[in-house]
T-cell receptor, first 113, second 113 residues
Framework: DAGVIQSPRHEVTEMGQEVTLRCKPI?????LFWYRQTMMRGLELLIY????????DSGMPEDRFSAKMPNASFSTLKIQPSEPRDSAVYFC???????????FGNGTRLTVT | DAKTTQPNSMESNEEEPVHLPCNHS???????IHWYRQLPSQGPEYVIH???SNVNNRMASLAIAEDRKSSTLILHRATLRDAAVYYC??????????????FGKGTHLIIQP
């Protein structure tokens, strides 16, 4: 089991550019979560999916952020246009059932200059 | 969501037991107590969880007070690899609220060789 796979591991981009972060959950996991971590705000839940359907996106900061899950093995988090305040580590997590432990990826460190 | 209170940091010596406290005085009867940890440059990792009884697994033990208003994560013999931020999280077993985890600031555990 390779665990939750995120790519890229690091992303540096200029303000105004589009950024796409990718996540491959563990096979058979029906829930997928996107988190953001900063020094100031800690770990924040952005959005989560159940069976590829977005369930709660109340944590998405603004319309510049969007997330999709076109199939059970792939999800993207897109920021368009990016801003310096979006700089953070973005984590993806998956779990097989509603109350099971979450399995996190190693994150994507995003730097927007 | 019911909140938890943890010390900002703790220090311990290698090969000694570590007791990480967590207060959750507003816990409800259906809240499970979960512990995760985050090693440097990695995503959070599940450690253990429980409802009322003490729990043991290969990583740690969880001691839950009789009134459930506090709990303690016990690392029986700390190693340098246990240096991490430890998060104590309440999760409603009825499914109330978002299915994701709400992380606080956690306890930064420092292990001295």
């Amino acid at each position: 089991d390779a665990g939750v796979i995120q790519s890229p591991r690091h992303e540096v981009t200029e303000m105004g550019q589009e950024v796409t972060l990718r996540c491959k959950p563990i096979s058979g996991h029906d829930y997928l979560f996107w988190y953001r971590q900063t020094m100031m705000r800690g770990l924040e839940l952005l959005i989560y999916f159940n069976n590829n359907v977005p369930i709660d996106d109340s944590g998405m900061p603004e319309d510049r952020f969007s997330a999709k899950m076109p199939n059970a093995s792939f999800s993207t988090l897109k920021i368009q246009p990016s801003e310096p305040r979006d700089s953070a580590v973005y984590f993806c997590a998956s779990t097989p059932a509603r109350f099971s432990p979450l399995h996190f990826g190693n994150g994507t460190r995003l730097t927007v200059t | 969501d019911a909140k938890t209170t943890q010390p900002n940091s703790m220090e311990s010596n290698e090969e000694e037991p570590v007791h990480l406290p967590c207060n959750h005085s507003t816990i409800s009867g259906t809240d499970y107590i979960h512990w995760y940890r985050q090693l440097p440059s990695q995503g959070p990792e599940y450690v253990i969880h429980g409802l009322t009884s003490n729990v043991n697994n290969r990583m740690a033990s969880l001691a839950i007070a009789e009134d459930r208003k506090s709990s303690t994560l016990i690392l029986h013999r700390a190693t340098l690899r246990d240096a991490a931020v430890y998060y104590c999280i309440l999760r409603d077993g009825r499914g109330g609220g978002a299915d994701g985890l709400t992380f606080g600031k956690g306890t930064h555990l420092i292990i001295q060789p």
